[in-house]
């Protein structure tokens, strides 16, 4: 049985071996409605497809033309399983009721670190997604820039109340940092980013080396909402 849910997911939760995140471009307003409520109706219709699957959710971007697909499964072997005997037929309902959705690639990932406040009440308001690109393979250096936004911001002086954390997820390739980051509301992240420095952070040593970081190619913010949460039920 598939069931939906307004409970935010915990990327940090043990047993997700696998975090797998996509983007599909379906052009205005109108249609990341549409294609919402497509997903929930072609999934709620169908059986939980595998205890190896912990949570889908799915949210709308702030450029009123996409949505972000996160997924968290025990293992890749999982989802493999469920993208040969299953995916096929929920796109294909799917794109019969919202013809035309541009699919961007499906990103692997695992998680790796989270910075949160002990027993933090909030709901986010704001999901922020940001995608670090580095100029080649080496899990090393993921691992060790992670390391040291995390020494950045357990450092800051001035942390913006509206943070409420930041989860991040390594690419399988080695190439690229995903941090899943809550936030109160898109305005306290805008609001963040418009305060003195180079973005989020004080103008410290710590933030200047964590963004000339050797071989850093590309940083991309993005903002969503949580639109849709499908669980096992």
């Avoid at 609001?191 to 410290?204: H, K, N, Q």
Wanted: a negative charge; aromatic letters at 8%.
């Amino acid at each position: 049985m598939t069931r939906r849910t307004d409970t935010h997911p915990d990327p940090a939760r043990p047993e997700g071996g696998a975090s797998l995140f996509s983007t599909w471009r379906v052009g205005n307003p109108l249609r990341q409605r549409q294609t919402v409520e497509a997903i929930a109706g072609t999934w709620e219709r169908r059986p939980w497809p595998a205890d190896g699957l912990l949570g889908y959710h799915v949210y709308t971007g702030h450029d009123t033309a996409s949505l972000l697909h996160y997924s968290q499964w025990t293992d890749e072997q999982t989802y493999e399983a469920f993208a040969r005997t299953q995916r096929l037929e929920r796109v294909d309902e799917i794109d019969t009721v919202v013809p035309g959705i541009e699919r961007l690639g499906l990103g692997r990932y695992r998680h790796y670190r989270s910075v949160a406040r002990d027993g933090d009440p909030r709901v986010p308001g704001c999901i922020v997604i940001v995608d670090i690109e580095f100029d080649g393979p080496d899990p090393d250096r993921q691992r060790a820039w992670v390391d040291a936004v995390i020494d950045a911001l357990e450092s800051e002086p001035n942390p913006h109340p509206g943070g409420i954390s930041a989860h991040f997820h390594l690419s399988a390739d080695g190439t690229r940092v995903l941090n899943y980051a809550e936030w109160e509301s898109a305005q306290a992240h805008l609001d963040a980013l418009a305060a003195p420095g180079d973005g989020i952070g004080s103008a410290s040593d710590r933030w200047e080396r964590v963004q000339t970081w050797r071989g850093l190619k590309s940083s991309v913010v993005s903002r969503y909402d949580h639109a849709l949460g499908l669980i096992p039920g």
